[in-house]
């Protein structure tokens, strides 16, 4: 019973260790802390915030979003997020945590000046590589949020947050009109335990570490206007959260899990002594993802096979059973297995 419990334990600790593309450059968060009633946000914010996007929306180093923390784009996320930089006012852009005081008389300069920051963030790895990843099965969606440090991490305490972003969003705008176009509004928050998300590392945590979140999401109608935005915050010792990195993929781009099914019944998963088995002819093996009975990844490393027949090592887990999801080619299949030992 106590060998169990300990295994049980350590499961609680277990990494995501399987294949991963790690975005590891140190991504740029541009926040416009805004409201459609404000005038000079629809005027000197509007050329500064639209005139930067123009320039960076292919750079997937730059994250722009648009918070609504007042108004009829209000909502909970936007307001707690401004709150937490503590900046007066509207509009007012915070980068990267601080204020760059943008005005009426200095839109071009601050610009220039934000576009030579993303490109010089851009070119050095972040403490906190990310990877975003959107899976749909029947109407539902689980995203998957995986991160690795980058380098030895000392005292840390850090959070995923995962939040739907809108593009192209026709509202109302004071200082321009009823039709105007949003960029990248922030619309809510995926993750209902808090807005700062879930836990990823906390503590002092080792060069390479490597650890997963998977979020449920509601059924939406993915779109390339509809993101997925996931930050990674850094709480501090006065309670404050620090920007640390960030990634956004359109909605659109889902790994299925919506295989013939035909093509699924041919997939088998087979647990064989120090090892799991998984076949699946017709179909090259991608990865492999097993799942405990907590909704806890659980490793799976590869030690012998490719294409559509892989050997992977069974990690000593509690009796029961559990699921493996088999990805291949951008579809997802999964099995039930019983481990009894």
């Not at 334990?9 to 459609?36: M, P």
């Not at 992977?312 to 030992?341: C, D, H, M, R, W």
């Amino acid at each position: 019973m106590l060998k169990i419990k300990f295994v049980i334990l350590c499961l609680l600790f277990v990494q995501f260790t399987f294949a991963q593309n790690y975005k590891s450059s140190q991504s740029t968060l541009v926040i416009k802390k805004t409201a459609d009633w404000c005038p000079f946000c629809g005027t000197y914010g509007w050329d500064f915030f639209d005139g930067l996007y123009k320039d960076v929306k292919s750079n997937p180093d730059a994250i722009l979003i648009a918070m609504h923390y007042s108004g009829g784009l209000q909502n909970a996320p936007s307001l707690e997020i401004t709150n937490n930089f503590n900046v007066p006012g509207q509009p007012v852009f915070v980068v990267n945590n601080a204020d760059i005081l943008v005005n009426s008389s200095n839109v071009n300069a601050k610009i220039t000046q934000v576009k030579s920051t993303i490109s010089s963030n851009g070119q050095l790895v972040s403490p906190i590589g990310v990877d975003l990843a959107l899976f749909k099965t029947g109407n539902n969606f689980t995203a998957t949020i995986s991160a690795k440090a980058n380098q030895d991490l000392n005292g840390v305490n850090t959070f995923a947050g995962l939040y739907l972003v809108r593009n192209n969003l026709v509202h109302n705008q004071s200082g321009r009109n009823t039709s105007a176009v949003h960029i990248n509004v922030l619309e809510k928050n995926l993750i209902a335990e808090s807005t700062w998300g879930k836990p990823l590392f906390t503590g002092n945590i080792a060069k390479n570490n490597t650890t997963s979140v998977e979020v449920p999401i509601s059924s939406f109608a993915t779109s390339a206007d509809l993101k997925l935005l996931l930050i990674v915050w850094n709480k501090l010792p006065n309670g404050s959260y620090a920007f640390l990195n960030a990634q956004m993929i359109n909605s659109n781009s889902i790994t299925t899990s919506n295989v013939d099914l035909s093509i699924a019944e041919s997939l088998t998963v087979t647990p064989v002594e120090n090892s799991i088995k998984i076949s699946w002819p017709g179909r090259k093996i991608d990865q492999a993802i097993l799942t405990n009975q907590l909704g806890q990844i659980v490793p799976l490393q590869k030690i012998d096979g490719q294409g559509a027949e892989v050997i992977f090592s069974k990690p000593s887990l509690p009796i029961g059973v559990y699921q493996v999801s088999v990805i291949s080619e951008g579809k997802k299949a999964t099995k039930s297995i019983f481990l009894n030992e």
